[in-house]
């Protein structure tokens, strides 16, 4: 019988992440098992992801400076995968555990410090331990490879923005914007008049020793038609698991999202039309690129509601671990708004979604040959050749 142990750690079927280190400990990282062999990666690929999500970058995220570098350990030779687990490691060097000795005795309201102990009976206090935004470094790591396969599989792009900040809004042409747009500001939202006002906002609150939240949209593009599966395993329940599991989430939409509930059928139906090189579409989106749960070729957009940071400069009431009621001032390093850096986290989370996806269906679904009517994606229809069986 096999028996998985609840972790909580690991993540995925096939390509299957597990993250590892606590926030002030010697390092963090993660190891990824059942990336296919042959594919070229780097460790200035995977520097590129961390270097984006890293701290320090501006004056609106956390102050703590650390380098992340990543050095990987095992499984890639030659820049190129040998098929064997990859182990990416990112040591810690600016941990200040002094700043925490408050919270070792009194719990920060809306954080994690009560339930892990009502959990576990013992916490690492320092910097929140696995609980801290830290713990993402091994999913950015392994990101950056689940990017790099879905791109050289399918020329899929996965990109993300910061489209609200408190109530301050944006308005993004989601089709066309880029990398480039995205990266153009410091609170990494393409609406550049939208930014500077995000950028205040945030600055006001930072300066108060306060927090607030915001929102992170996410595109897929040239996504793979048929990822996913029925029932349990729809692919849109897939993404919704993986972001809630980034820390600060509090919502997930996809598509029409909430809005669709008051939409009527005949509004929110994704009409189908036939393209002139003979490919199935539909002419509107609202369903964000996933219909049964299955992946149909259209963009994937979905979005993700973060809360205000629970580590604030301000005196909250509280309690301590022996249940005495005190009013704590949290001290620390800490991004007054998540949202800019949460932007590679959530296209991380959305790569490995869809990475460990596309090789559970070509394991599954593309063995054996089709009826000529129903062909698999023609965008990646020519890395899985069928050869006729000798008779």
């Given amino acids: 019988m096999d028996v998985k142990a609840a972790s909580g750690s690991v993540y995925g079927t096939m390509f299957r992440v597990s993250t590892f280190g606590e926030s002030h400990g010697k390092a963090v990282g993660c190891v990824i098992d059942g990336v296919p062999p042959r594919l070229q990666i780097s460790e200035d690929e995977i520097q590129l992801e961390l270097d984006r999500r890293k701290p320090g970058q501006s ?19 030659n820049g190129v995968t040998l098929g064997s687990p990859i182990a990416v490691m990112v040591r810690n060097k600016d941990q200040r555990s002094g700043d925490y000795s408050e919270m070792s005795v009194a719990y920060r309201p809306s954080h994690a410090d009560a339930t892990y102990d009502f959990k576990y009976g013992i916490r690492a206090v320092a910097g929140g331990g696995r609980s801290s935004a830290r ?13 790099k396969l879905l791109k ?48 205040d906002a945030i600055n006001e609150v930072r300066v108060r020793g306060d927090s607030c939240g915001g929102e992170v949209t996410c595109v897929v593009r040239n996504c793979p038609k048929g990822l996913g599966t029925p029932v349990f395993d729809k692919l849109e ?40 090189d003979g490919q199935v579409r ?20 979905i979005r993700i509601a973060f809360k205000p940071t629970s580590t604030i ?29 949460a932007v590679p986290m959530v296209e991380s989370m959305v790569a490995m979604v869809l990475a460990d996806q596309l090789l ?32």
Avoid: W
């Fill in 313 to 341: 400069g301000v005196s909250q009431q509280t309690v301590t671990r022996e249940g005495n009621e005190i009013e704590l001032r949290a001290r620390g390093r800490h991004d007054p708004c998540v949202v800019p850096r």
């Fill in 360 to 391: 559970q269906h070509y394991g599954q679904c593309e063995l054996l040959p089709r009826d000529s009517t129903v062909m698999p994606d023609s965008s990646i229809g020519s890395q899985f050749k069928h050869t006729p069986s000798p008779v």
């Fill in 237 to 276: 329940a897939e993404l919704a698991k993986a972001m809630l599991s980034l820390p600060a989430t509090k919502g997930f939409e996809i598509g029409s999202g909430f809005a669709g509930s008051s939409m009527l059928g005949s509004e929110h139906n994704d009409a189908f039309y036939m393209t002139p």
């Fill in 152 to 199: 050289t599989v399918s020329n899929t792009e996965i990109i993300a923005y910061v489209n609200k900040v408190r109530d301050i809004g944006s308005h993004v042409d989601q089709s066309t914007f880029t990398m480039a747009d995205v990266e153009s500001n410091i609170v990494r939202c393409p609406d550049q008049e939208a930014a500077k006002k995000m950028i």
């Fill in 59 to 77: 004056i609106i995220t956390t102050p703590r400076k650390e380098e992340d570098i990543a050095e990987i350990l095992s499984g890639v030779y």
């Fill in 282 to 301: 539909t002419k509107s989106n609202r369903s964000g690129g996933i219909q049964g749960g299955i992946s149909n070729g259209e963009d994937i957009v």
């Fill in 135 to 147: 713990e993402t470094i091994g999913r950015v790591a392994a990101g950056a490879i689940a990017k």
